[in-house]
């Protein structure tokens, strides 16, 4: 631990970790303000120029881009032989990811609460010539005061001048077409991104979808945007038409943060429904993504494996989750989970589109018993 940040704060539990490091509380010796320490261990990545290069990187820009009301804050960074610190604005209310996963859908005055200080966000990095390159629900805090904070500047890249960007970084859902054909491209791709989420506050589905991180690239360079009736029944038209200029495959098109106020003007024009959206999956004791979030992990791992592992998840949302769909498909043997595997499949993605009633679903899986 640096001599100097330890002068300075009195550093606490851990609350995070990391590929590099871990994130832990800290507090100031002076005054006892509670802050974030992310401590990223250099030996991991003393062999890696990419990887060390991105780390200091990422530090300056996050003191570029700090000081706006909706970008985590830097307070101070401290360097010595073995770590590099990074003390944060903390931010104890959890993330967006969290906050999705706990509900089938918002409604279109909540999504308003995060899309106008997500864009005020974007906007103020574009500004000074930064692209954040992943935004995404994980990437979303929020503070004491509920108040909407972008973080984790890892994949940044400074832009401008004619300046184009280039590499696949990001993350399968939610990074834009030009990224995925390995182009060079612009900071449009965070708006692109900012669309994604907005589309699945309101559906409880990704827009793009696969099984697989190359599928989900196949359906995001396809940009065939959809929406379903049974999904967009009582979402308003104004939403509609600013989900289609955010996801706009050509980028030229797309929003930028220049036309930052006329996107906000689009977003507070938006209807604020009479109750909330309904729909034939609101019986599920999870949120859609949840349960496409956990098939996927199924399929990867296998499962016999993640059933071995259930008992190592904590209690909560995702271990019910898991559990769930577990306990459908052990209802299988081993050569009928492989051979109906893509069906079940189909009749999870089939009942969350609300094409099918859950009823429907749970009794399908049953017959193939």
Not at 287 to 316: A, H, T, Y
Request: glycine content about 6%.
């Amino acid at each position: 631990m640096s001599g100097a940040l330890e002068r300075e704060y009195r550093v606490g539990e851990e609350v995070g970790r990391g590929r590099y490091g871990v994130v832990s509380r800290c507090y100031s010796a002076a005054t006892g303000e509670c802050f974030a320490v992310k401590s990223i261990d250099k030996r991991l990545i003393q062999y890696d120029a990419v990887d060390s290069q991105c780390l200091h990187n990422e530090a300056k820009l996050m003191q570029l881009v700090s000081g706006h009301p909706n970008v985590v804050a830097v307070f101070d960074v401290y360097e010595d032989d073995q770590f590099l610190h990074v003390v944060l604005e903390y931010c104890g209310s959890g993330d967006l990811f969290e906050r999705i996963t706990a509900r089938p859908v918002f409604s279109e005055s909540e999504a308003r609460r995060v899309m106008v200080p997500l864009m005020e966000a974007i906007a103020h990095c574009h500004h000074l010539g930064v692209a954040h390159r992943d935004i995404k629900p994980d990437n979303i805090l929020f503070d004491s005061y509920n108040e909407l904070k972008l973080a984790d500047f890892g994949s940044a890249e400074c832009f401008g001048n004619g300046r184009l960007m280039s590499g696949i970084v990001g993350t399968p859902y939610y990074v834009a077409p030009e990224v995925v054909t390995g182009m060079d491209y612009n900071e449009k791709v965070d708006v692109w991104s900012a669309g994604v989420i907005l589309y699945i506050m309101l559906a409880g589905i990704p827009p793009f979808y696969g099984e697989t991180a190359g599928e989900i690239f196949e359906s995001v360079l396809r940009a065939n945007l959809r929406f379903p009736r049974s999904v967009f029944s009582s979402v308003s038209s104004e939403a509609k038409d600013l989900l289609r200029r955010m996801l706009c495959k050509d980028a030229w098109r797309r929003f930028s943060a220049d036309q930052k106020a006329e996107l906000n003007i689009a977003v507070q024009q938006w209807q604020v429904p009479s109750r909330l959206w309904k729909c034939q999956y609101d019986n599920l004791p999870f949120s859609p993504v949840f349960l496409l979030f956990c098939f996927g992990e199924m399929k990867i791992l296998g499962i016999e494996v993640l059933r071995d592992k259930l008992d190592e998840i904590p209690s909560g949302p995702i271990s019910r989750a898991y559990k769930f769909i577990v306990s459908m498909l052990r209802r299988l043997a081993p050569r009928e989970r492989c051979n109906t595997g893509i069906t079940i499949h189909t009749v999870i993605l089939v009942s969350l589109l609300g094409l099918v009633s859950c009823s429907t679903s749970v009794t399908t899986w049953t017959s193939l018993r």
